[in-house]
């Protein structure tokens, strides 16, 4: 009994150190997850204020393009009326209102695409908050609820955000573009030209962008498999050093202390949450209704008429008049 005692008492203790090194080794892999998904919020925030920043730049270069146009156009219009037998008609005055046309379409070109940039600019910030929930989501059963990191990360993706809109802003509201001395076929030009480099440009800056988040995605992905190395690593040795070496250990109590050991492993991992609503749905289960007692069956049918003869006899006997003497 005193050796068994022994064994115990020390399983115990090698059970407690294990304990103690597995939430020690969870407080460092919370503390790695979050300084990755920190370093990776500061850089994709970066890259969205860099993106947006492209974006605007590429739609006020072909707003200035078309308000050089437009006003180029209304001066030679002016220029026109005040040259004597201009009429109404001729290539000149054709040539005007086809620029004007393409003025208004590439207006509406303008909005289109300050629109637009609401959506694209939402839809990459979305991406970037999957990327990172997608890291916590592959730790969250091992180090427990990662909500207060990922919280933190999209904070940091909001503050990046919110500075690059207003370096954005400010610097919005410039002079606007002055019309030019030249020709109606030359600003015609001018003015494709200009939206074929708002394309091109807008096309490039979701390149660059595309490329960073999908570097970051590989940096996310190479962490989080890093941290799941350690973690498993780290629950060989604790069930190596609780299963220890004594060979005169009996099976069925390694059982009982490895069983134990994963129990209390799982509870340092398990969500607050989940653990109240176990209690909830254990507080409202309803009890087993009690079970009804059922007649007890004869064993042959002779018994069962004896068991109904008798007690019919004996009323018949109880109510016949005494015999005289």
């Not at 490039?204 to 890093?226: H, N, P, R, S």
């Not at 350690?230 to 040795?237: N, P, Q, T, V």
Request: aromatic share 2%; no cysteine.
């Amino acid at each position: 009994m005193g050796m068994l005692g022994s064994l115990i008492g020390d399983s115990q203790r090698r059970l407690a150190s294990a304990e103690a090194h597995h939430e020690k080794v969870v407080k460092q892999a919370r503390e790695h997850l979050t300084s990755l998904l920190a370093t990776q919020s500061e850089a994709l925030g970066s890259a969205l204020g860099a993106y947006a920043e492209a974006l605007t730049n590429a739609t006020e270069s072909l707003e200035e393009a078309v308000n050089t146009t437009k006003v180029a156009v209304e001066q030679q219009e002016k220029a026109a009326a005040n040259k004597p037998g201009d009429g109404w008609g001729g290539p000149e005055v054709e040539a005007r209102a086809r620029l004007s046309a393409k003025v208004l379409i590439m207006e509406r070109e303008t909005r289109r695409l300050s629109r637009q940039q609401s959506r694209t600019m939402e839809e990459a910030k979305r991406q970037t908050v999957d990327t990172f929930e997608d890291a916590a989501s592959a730790l969250s059963r091992k180090i427990g609820d990662a909500s207060p990191i990922l919280d933190e990360a999209k904070a940091s993706l909001e503050s990046s955000e919110a500075a690059a809109a207003a370096g954005i802003a400010g610097k919005k509201g410039g002079e606007q573009g002055k019309g030019k001395a030249a020709d109606v076929d030359s600003l015609a030009k001018a003015l494709v030209a200009a939206k074929n480099s708002t394309d091109i440009k807008m096309v490039f800056a979701q390149m660059q962008f595309d490329a960073q988040a999908e570097t970051a995605k590989k940096d996310l992905t190479k962490g989080v498999a890093g941290i799941l190395g350690d973690l498993s690593a780290a629950e060989k040795e604790e069930l190596k050093s609780v299963h220890g070496s004594d060979a005169d250990m009996p099976t069925i109590l390694k059982s009982h202390i490895l069983k134990s050991h994963v129990v209390k492993m799982q509870a340092v991992t398990m969500k607050p949450v989940e653990a109240k609503k176990q209690t909830a749905a254990a507080a409202q289960k309803p009890a087993a209704p009690a079970a009804v007692a059922k007649p007890a069956l004869a064993a042959t049918p002779a018994a069962a008429i004896a068991a109904v003869a008798k007690p019919a006899a004996a009323a018949a006997a109880a109510t016949k008049p005494a015999a005289k003497k």
